[in-house]
């Protein structure tokens, strides 16, 4: 594997990372939640090689398919970046190297790791003077959101619980910190949770509304669409499948009110062409004050659906050095 091949697919992806000269280093560790920890060592002789590093707060060994993997992107995906050719294998079950090397070097499969257990958190209507659960309340919560949105006492966040809507199986949960542990650390999934590889879902009668957080999704909600969230806006393929599958059931629409920055109007553009290719009609929108839908609707006002765009959207966005030519 290239590393130019690599990084396009990490920028892609909104994975965040930074390089030195010899290294890629990512700022998400999950084996133990360090930041800027796990280091990856380039190497470009042998591109049928994935790359190997190890995180260096906790000494997990990683590489660059294992990572990928624990982010929640499919095998599937990972052996094409790095360039393998048994996808016929793979089909049928049978390991590849690729796959072996995630035995043998990687972390625990997520399945054999994973307890989404939801006794240690509490729902909002038996502590309603709790601080978590006045900010959930002041964000738009409603009863109808009593198994999806809990509240935890002790590290006074709020947590978005990720249900199957068939089975109402835990798939994971996301906890939204009042006073965040570290600056940079707002949110955290439990152990195990894919998010990349789920949407959660505020069913409404409305067309559906892709966003980028849960309470963003909650306003969508009370906007009166299907409200549907991404957890960011780097959006996965294995998500756009589940919002084709959900526009295909429901026969609505699909709206995105992403934010309007560089990675929002980015992951506007994957909604939009993943929609375009099944004839699903799609559009923008945006509050009518603020930052994002929660902002408009705490403010009691609205949001504005902006004009269709009549681009080619299988061309990608030309993005000019701030500079400009020289």
Not at 79 to 106: N, P, Q, R
Request: glycine share 8%.
């Amino acid at each position: 594997m290239l590393v130019d091949d690599f990084v396009n697919f990490l920028d892609h992806n909104d994975i965040g990372y930074t390089t030195n000269d010899q290294s890629i280093i990512f700022s998400e560790a999950p084996c133990c939640g360090g930041i800027n920890k796990i280091y990856l060592f380039k190497n470009d002789s042998d591109p049928g090689q994935p790359f190997f590093g190890k995180c260096m707060k906790c000494d997990q060994p990683w590489n660059s398919f294992t990572y990928l993997s624990e982010l929640g992107h499919e095998l599937k995906e990972l052996d094409i970046l790095h360039g393998s050719t048994d996808l016929k294998d793979m089909e049928l079950g049978v390991a590849t190297s690729m796959e072996f090397d995630l035995l043998k070097s990687g972390p625990k499969k997520a399945e054999e790791i994973v307890d989404f257990d939801l006794g240690f958190f509490v729902p909002l209507a038996e502590k309603p003077n709790h601080p978590a659960s006045k900010y959930a309340i002041s964000r738009g919560w409603t009863t109808q959101q009593s198994d999806s949105i809990l509240v935890d006492l002790f590290t006074n966040s709020v947590v978005f619980v990720v249900r199957d809507l068939e089975n109402g199986k835990v798939m994971g949960y996301q906890r939204r910190f009042l006073v965040p542990p570290r600056p940079e650390m707002k949110v955290k999934s439990a152990k195990g949770f894919k998010k990349t590889q789920h949407i959660m879902e505020f069913p409404g009668s409305g067309d559906i509304l892709v966003c980028e957080g849960p309470f963003t999704a909650l306003s969508a909600w009370h906007y009166g669409y299907h409200a549907v969230c991404t957890f960011g806006a780097g959006v996965s393929e294995r998500q756009i499948a589940l919002i084709i599958a959900l526009a295909r059931k429901t026969g609505k629409k699909v709206g995105v009110a992403f934010d309007l920055d560089k990675a929002g109007r980015k992951g506007y553009r994957v909604v939009r062409l993943g929609m375009y290719w099944e004839k699903i009609p799609t559009y923008q929108v945006r509050p009518e004050t603020g930052n994002d839908l929660n902002d408009s609707w705490k403010a009691k006002k609205g949001l504005v659906i902006l004009p269709s765009m009549k681009d080619d959207i299988t061309v990608p966005e030309l993005e000019l050095p701030e500079e400009g030519f020289s």
